[in-house]
């Protein structure tokens, strides 16, 4: 893994898979950007350090990304929804939208 100051951005950095990936990228050295709309994920599975930026957001908000995108060298994109049931009931709302 690359070492140095580089900042990565963490997409649901604030969830399971995400929280653990920011832990990682910490102790590799990196400067992490998490961006969650702690949906599904908590601020306390944040690691709590200088390192780590929180921004509260969703992955949606183009013109938030873009920003983010602008500061960062790289993205792990974790955020998602992780339940089926959640998942198929917005399906239904885009194929059945009335
Ligand atoms: N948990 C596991 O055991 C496991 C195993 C293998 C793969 N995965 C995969 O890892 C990924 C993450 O899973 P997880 O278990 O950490 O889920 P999680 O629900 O804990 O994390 C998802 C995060 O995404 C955030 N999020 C959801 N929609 C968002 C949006 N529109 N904008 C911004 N943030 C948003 C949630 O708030 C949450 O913090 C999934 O793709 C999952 O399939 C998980």
């Not at 961006?35 to 957001?57: A, E, H, Y």
């Not at 990304?65 to 339940?83: C, D, F, N, Q, Y």
Request: net charge positive; charged share 30%.
């Amino acid at each position: 893994m690359l070492k140095g100051r580089k900042m990565i951005l963490v997409t649901g950095g604030a969830g399971f898979i995400g929280s653990h990936t920011v832990e990682l990228l910490l102790k590799e050295g990196f400067e992490v950007v998490i961006l969650d709309n702690l949906r599904t994920g908590t601020i306390d599975n944040i690691p709590k350090s200088t390192k780590v930026k929180f921004i509260k957001g969703d992955i949606r908000d183009e013109e938030l990304v873009k920003r983010i995108m602008r500061e960062v060298e790289g993205v792990i994109h974790l955020a998602t929804i992780v339940s089926v049931d959640e998942f198929n009931y917005y399906q239904k709302l885009l194929i059945f939208p009335y």
